[in-house]
Antibody, heavy 119, light 111 residues
């Protein structure tokens, strides 16, 4: 059974750096074709794809956020970490991590974690 | 403004059939990249509904079907049920952005 769970702060101040951790089970990020992605959703708005990392450490970022994002993996801990710098109130959203593959299918999702950016 | 365009809302009576369109361009759907569809019930994480344009994951009723033609894709839901009331999102890959893109989402209301 594949599960994913996001963890991190629920409240960050403007200009701070957000660090989110996705802890997963039921699959390995060392398996060929497997990846973990991050997606966010501002309250009442649409899904926005942020970044993903593949088993071979190939990393992809949303062009509009690329300068602020870093995605890394720790295969031994079954974790993927996303950092986003210079947080702004418009970054307030529910952040999801998801199991993906080379076809881009997001089959398994975490429950999401709401991050609020406010002073 | 989303790269993939969906109607903001659709509605239908129980038992009816509705379709949700997803319009892209030559750098995503038109380039041959797969389209995937997700259902998001209120307050929950999205759930994969259709993958690879037309395929249903195990457990998804055959009332849900997907199609793709040219630079567009569609999700059809037949035999509408009250429990289908949700937001629906399409997703594909965009070569000019080198990453995945989502549609703006469509809210389905069952009358």
């Amino acid at each position: 059974q594949i599960t994913l769970k996001e963890s991190g702060p629920t409240l960050v101040k403007p200009t701070q750096t957000l660090t989110l951790t996705c802890t997963f089970s039921g699959f390995s990020l060392s398996t060929s074709g497997v990846g973990v992605g991050w997606i966010r959703q501002p309250p009442g708005k649409a899904l926005e794809w942020l970044a993903l990392i593949y088993w071979d450490d190939d990393k992809r970022y949303s062009p509009s956020l690329k300068s602020r994002l870093t995605i890394t993996k720790d295969t031994s801990k079954n974790q993927v970490v996303l950092t986003m710098t210079n947080m702004d109130p418009v970054d307030t959203a529910t952040y999801y991590c998801s199991h993906t593959n080379i076809r881009g299918v997001l089959l398994y999702w975490g429950q999401g974690t709401l991050v609020t950016v406010s002073s | 403004q989303s790269v993939l365009t969906q109607p903001p809302s659709v509605s239908g009576a129980p038992g009816q059939r509705v379709t949700i369109s997803c319009t892209g361009s030559s750098s995503n759907i038109g380039a041959g990249y797969d389209v995937h569809w997700y259902q998001q019930l209120p307050g929950t994480a999205p759930k994969l509904l259709i993958y690879g344009n037309t395929n249903r994951p195990s457990g998804v009723p055959d009332r849900f079907s997907g199609s793709k033609s040219g630079t567009s894709a569609s999700l059809a839901i037949s035999g509408l049920q009250a429990e289908d009331e949700a937001d629906y999102y399409c997703q594909s890959y965009d070569s000019s952005l080198s990453g995945s893109v989502f549609g703006g989402g469509t809210k389905l209301t069952v009358l």
